[in-house]
């Protein structure tokens, strides 16, 4: 099992930005997956989730402007981010979520600079 | 939202000796806990789920316990590789928040 962030990089606040995550040993559709952040230097924030049967979860800090979606042929995660802010500044990770609950397979984690 | 409480924030301990680590839950989470460690520049990674089980490839040095609102991570002799950055999460209402982590460090 991997997990593969990329995309992240440096955007002006109020900017856009779509996040991947290729994902190989399992099925991205099969699974929930979930993208959970750090911004420097702090914890671990959970950011939103996506279940295996499409339903989607955001926390209230990015619904709205965050929207997460999968591409089955691909067998890939994405979050599309808009209206950055500068506190949206953090490592992004996605991470597979095991049937139980907890998340057992996290990617490298990609960085995301919100900055003018 | 359920709030986690970790404690203590650091935790200054010799390698050889027992590290306890706490993680309460703002309402019962039964046993819908989970621990991973952090070590500078990686991903988190799990240790213990369900609140007691070892993951694939955990070394026995490393238990939890508690159920309800209480939790405890024990590292029974510390490895010079253990001194990282450790995280409870609770899984049992989403969000599925974390604790503010223990920052475990060689005293």
């Known amino acids: 099992v991997q997990l593969v962030e990329t995309g992240g990089g440096l955007i002006q606040p109020g900017g856009s930005l779509t996040l991947s995550c290729a994902a190989s040993?399992?099925?991205?559709?099969?699974?929930?997956m979930s993208w959970v952040r750090q911004a420097p230097g702090k914890g671990l924030e959970w950011v939103s989730v996506?279940?295996?049967?499409?339903?989607?979860r955001y926390a209230d800090s990015v619904k709205g402007r965050f929207t997460i979606s999968r591409d089955i042929s691909e067998n890939t995660l994405y979050l599309q981010m808009n209206s950055l802010r500068a506190e949206d500044t953090a490592v992004y990770y996605c991470a597979r979520i095991h049937d139980y609950g907890h998340s057992d397979y996290w990617g490298q984690g990609t960085l995301v600079t919100v900055s003018s | 939202e359920i709030v986690m409480t970790q404690s203590p924030a650091t935790l200054s301990v010799s390698p050889g000796e027992r590290a306890t680590l706490s993680c309460r839950a703002s309402q019962s989470i039964s046993s819908n806990l989970a621990w991973y460690q952090q070590k500078p520049g990686q991903a988190p990674r799990l240790l213990i789920y369900?609140?007691?089980t070892r993951a694939t490839g955990i070394p026995a040095t490393f238990s939890g316990s508690g159920s309800g609102t209480e939790f405890t991570l024990t590292i029974s002799s510390l490895q010079s590789e253990d001194f990282a950055v450790y995280y409870c999460?609770?899984?049992?209402?989403?969000?599925?928040?974390f604790g503010q982590g223990t920052k475990l460090e060689i005293k």
């Open positions: 999460q609770q899984y049992n209402n989403w969000p599925y928040t």
């Open positions: 369900g609140a007691s």
């Open positions: 040993g399992f099925t991205v559709s099969y699974n929930y």
């Open positions: 996506v279940y295996s049967s499409g339903t989607t």
